[in-house]
């Protein structure tokens, strides 16, 4: 775990830095002596977990927690343990004091290998239960009545939103299906498709010809000839995505 050490003591530091220079599985990226010189260490080097000074001349530790977007792991060290209520107020992950003694401190580690397991777990189980992006090379099953095809979604040049449904165009066909245009483009590769407008999702391996068109906009013709309107707000962004 790689470990950033703010405290405007240096000796404090520097104690602190050989008691975890014992333990293989810390890695002190960085000593930090206030806390604005610690937001910049935090930016620049994005520690796993911060052991943080609370009494510091101007700003206190808790200061600096008020102060980050991102809050890596916490453990406070201290020569009060006055404030160790407050501490786990804003759910530090343990309080060391001063002199840090090496068996409290090999506890503490043994807490932050364990909260370091249980975070990576639950980063694993949200990556696999988002909805992954679909892609040209995937296949959707489209009903409309009675008739029903499995379309890959290269083949698929057209989405156009009408009322509470969608027309897909592929082929000679345009069934239509129960969906929102917007919860359709949440699924799709923005690397693949485009939203036009408000009403009209292109296949950009459909584009045949682009020309301009009123107050900026755009009109793509896509091979077979369907001619859409791309909106003066989304001009600038197709422009990007089309050129070198």
Do not use: C, T
């Given at each position: 775990?790689?470990?950033?050490?703010?405290?405007?003591?240096?000796?404090?530091?520097?104690?602190?830095?050989?008691?975890?220079?014992?333990?293989?599985?810390?890695?002190?990226?960085?000593?930090?002596?206030?806390?604005?010189?610690?937001?910049?260490?935090?930016?620049?080097?994005?520690?796993?977990v911060i052991f943080l000074d609370i009494q510091m001349p101007e700003k206190t530790g808790f200061d600096l927690l008020e102060e980050l977007d991102h809050v890596p792991l916490v453990v406070f060290t201290t020569a009060y343990d006055e404030f160790a209520i407050q501490a786990f107020q804003v759910n530090a992950l343990d309080y060391l004091l001063k002199p840090v003694e090496p068996a409290r401190l090999a506890e503490t580690l043994v807490k932050l290998e364990k909260k370091m397991e249980d975070l990576k777990k639950e980063q694993q189980e949200s990556t696999e239960l988002a909805p992954k992006k679909l892609s040209l090379a995937d296949q959707v099953f489209v009903k409309d009545g009675d008739r029903c095809w499995f379309v890959k979604l290269a083949n698929v040049r057209l989405f156009e939103s009408d009322g509470n449904y969608i027309k897909v165009y592929f082929d000679n066909n345009k069934p239509m299906i129960h969906k929102s245009l917007n919860a359709l483009d949440e699924r799709l590769d923005e690397k693949s498709f485009f939203r036009a407008s408000r009403k009209h999702i292109i296949n950009l391996s459909w584009v045949d010809t682009i020309e301009p068109w009123f107050n900026g906009g755009l009109v793509v013709t896509l091979k077979g000839g369907d001619r859409i309107e791309v909106s003066r707000r989304q001009a600038a962004r197709f422009k990007d995505l089309m050129s070198l």
């Open positions: 775990m790689r470990a950033l050490i703010v405290d405007d003591e240096r000796l404090a530091r520097k104690e602190l830095i050989n008691l975890l220079s014992n333990h293989d599985k810390v890695e002190v990226v960085g000593e930090a002596l206030n806390v604005d010189d610690a937001k910049e260490k935090i930016d620049q080097l994005q520690p796993d």
